[in-house]
């Protein structure tokens, strides 16, 4: 994409939809399955009420069943790995203008696990006319969606241990990276945390796990203040990494901090339970809630961060068993700019060949 002109949208920008890829008995959520797959319908029926929501199934007879009301739900069968759609969905920048699905590479974070069929879900959906307002584009680089955060001007937030983790890219250098970045998302300027890790998170300390950017000035993250707590420490250094970093502007950033959670277990292992994991919608914010006390707490001070939009939150106990939560799940597809758009009735397809 050299010589062109390459914008990430802030997740704060109008979307099309939310894609969402749902639990099945052949997942790691068989186990719990019925709660996992009660998680998802409630997150998709939030979304639905604000904006398109797109549902990736392998049963789609079933879920579809799933839902009294189908309104703002697009269905389409497509068989996964795994449910994580922030980190094998199409990330949407803006190239001249023209809105284009970048297919990175999925590896589910160095290769810990399978994802083979995650990797293809972009490309089936572009096969199957579910992203025919939007250009494509394969990217051979591995990239999760999960590891960036975008301020729309330029910013891109992101942390050392992930992106440096050494089965994704091996063969790349951390100027390199940032190379990348500049060529594909249209970094200005990157924002690289060195710390921040919590504990039990498989994604080696992706960004939408402890940090967000929430406007071009602000940055909310994760707080700790239980020094027993194993993530006491790493949090702590995140935080004084935060008070330095500065926007395209040179100015500092805003910091809100979000409250502390108490230690949540599944057995005997750590879950990695935070609030920085919440998802911007047109007209709401969904934050994961933990049946923690300070669950009520967190919603305010979202209340506070997003003052015009609606603040929904939702229990996502079930989510941290498999150490991913509300945002880790969804992947949000920006309102498509295409130089010959279609009009909005062919956005989607009217009708899918039987079976699809």
Known sequence: MNNKSVRLPAEWEPQEFVQLTFPHVDTDWSEYLDDAIENFVNIANAVRKYQKCLIIAKNI??????????????FVRIDSDDTWSRDFGGITV????VSTVLDFKYNAWGKKFAYKKDDLITMQLKHKGFLKSYKHKAVKMVLEGGSIESDGEGIILTTTECLMEKNRNPKLSQKMIEQKLIENLGAKKVLWLNSGALEGDDTDSHIDTIARLVSNDTIIYQMCDDRSDSNYEQLKLMEKEL???????????????????????????KLPATYANFLIINGAVLVP???????????????????????????????IKQHGSLHCVTMQYPKPKLANAVSRSEKFPRKLAKGE
Request: aromatic share 10%; with cysteine.
């Open 289 to 319: 809630t933990y049946k923690d006390k300070n669950d009520e707490l967190a919603l305010e001070i979202f209340k506070k961060a997003f003052p015009k939009r609606d603040i929904i939150g939702i229990d996502c106990s079930t989510l």
């Open 94 to 97: 803006e190239v001249d203008g």
């Open 61 to 74: 007879t079933f879920v579809k069943s799933l839902f009294q009301s189908k309104k703002n739900l697009l």
């Open 243 to 269: 008070q330095n970093f500065t926007n395209l502007h040179g100015r500092k950033y805003k910091l809100i901090g979000l409250p502390h959670i108490e230690a949540k277990y599944d057995g005997e292992d």
